[in-house]
């Protein structure tokens, strides 16, 4: 849903074709249209983040492509993170494979992948995970460019095992991670300073933080417990105190 207009964004299987589509719900008339799926939007509607949403499809089933395979082989060069501006239409590489891998000890294989792309609130950041598929599990690193002329990489996490995250403002980042002992953390991220601090919250659970501007509290719902239950807390930014819903 774009804002406060009658608009609605979504991806959509049109004649052979994914496509992303605008549309006024009022007439059903097509606002924009363009022939690549958009992962996200930004905070202005103006820009969207892409990637292979094919490869996407095959390593995490239900988030990308499914129902059309591509039998085009990844190029660490011409594959990786693309922003696009929804106004002129150009679509832009940002962040190839090669060059998001050139500071990791990680090389590029068909296991690798891009998931959880976002832009912070100022739009002026963007960061997603880059995924590699091991014996062992998968290998996670979560990592940012600011959108100025430099477009220059940096890494958030990549000691640390990330799971899922929630902007708090334009240079912070609300993380949950599992360390090498297997705890589960919820971790501040200080992207200017590459800081890591973890808070006081001892839930031994993976989490999916939720961040309240107006209240300045998060929410925390968990993944399904060894007896499948869910859990939920409530976490205030500003006293650090933690209340079990």
Request: a positive charge.
């Amino acid at each position: 849903y774009l804002g406060n207009t009658h608009s609605i964004n979504f991806n959509n299987f049109l004649n052979k074709t994914y496509k992303n589509i605008s549309i006024d719900i009022h007439d059903q008339s097509i606002i924009s249209e363009f022939d690549f799926p958009i992962y996200c939007l930004s905070n202005d509607y103006n820009f969207g983040l892409s990637c292979n949403f094919f490869q996407l499809a095959r390593k995490r089933p239900g988030y990308g492509i499914e129902n059309m395979q591509s039998e085009i082989k990844m190029n660490p060069n011409k594959d990786g993170v693309w922003l696009i501006n929804r106004l002129s239409g150009k679509k832009e590489l940002i962040a190839s494979y090669e060059y998001m891998l050139q500071d990791l000890p990680c090389s590029f294989s068909d296991n690798c992948y891009i998931n959880h792309l976002s832009f912070s609130p100022d739009d002026k950041t963007v960061v997603w995970f880059l995924i590699k598929e091991v014996k062992y599990g998968r290998e996670i690193y979560f990592q940012g460019m600011r959108l100025d002329d430099q477009r220059k990489i940096f890494n958030i996490e990549s000691k640390r095992l990330i799971s899922h995250f929630c902007w708090i403002d334009p240079n912070t980042i609300l993380g949950t991670n599992r360390d090498s002992s297997l705890n589960w953390n919820y971790s501040k991220y200080n992207i200017i300073n590459n800081s890591r601090s973890d808070l006081k919250i001892n839930s031994g659970f993976d989490g999916h933080p939720m961040f309240n501007v107006s209240s300045n509290k998060i929410i925390i719902d968990s993944t399904p417990d060894p007896k499948r239950y869910q859990h939920l807390l409530c976490f205030d930014w500003t006293n650090k105190k933690i209340r079990y819903l």
